[in-house]
Nanobody, 126 residues
Framework: QVQLVESGGGSVQTGGSLRLSCAAS????????MGWFRQAPGKEREDLAA????????YYRSTVKGRFTVSLNDAKDILHLQMNSLKPEDTAMYYC???????????????????WGQGTQVTVSS
């Protein structure tokens, strides 16, 4: 059974940085799709970034590209989200998601994913 565990959330001031991690276990495939999403109170879930662990191809929401970066560890089982120049509007619960690789996928759509972590809270104060 696939499990995803996020870590690295916390409280920072505007302009600060955080690095989130998502540890994946239980996958039998050599390659899969992993993504990061967030949801603030009263708002819809928002896609952020995604990566195919096999090819290394990455995808970013336009509004975070350049500030947020995804990367994978050497074992290809931990996906990081480096977040720089954080703003109060980045405050949200951040979720990691994963899916088996399939044709026609849309990496930045939440309905592409069938495995989700419990989330880690990020709070940015002004």
């Amino acid at each position: 059974q696939v499990q995803l565990v996020e870590s690295g959330g916390g409280s920072v001031q505007t302009g600060g940085s955080l690095r989130l991690s998502c540890a994946a276990s239980g996958y039998t495939d050599s390659s899969y799709l992993m993504g990061w999403f967030r949801q603030a109170p009263g708002k819809e879930r928002e896609d952020l970034a995604a990566m195919y662990t096999g090819s290394g191809n990455t995808y970013y929401r336009s509004t975070v590209k350049g500030r947020f970066t995804v990367s994978l560890n050497d074992a290809k089982d931990i996906l990081h989200l480096q977040m720089n120049s954080l703003k109060p509007e980045d405050t949200a619960m951040y979720y990691c998601a994963a899916a088996e690789v399939a044709g026609g996928q849309r990496p930045l759509r939440a309905d592409t994913y069938n495995y989700w972590g419990q989330g880690t809270q990020v709070t940015v104060s002004s």
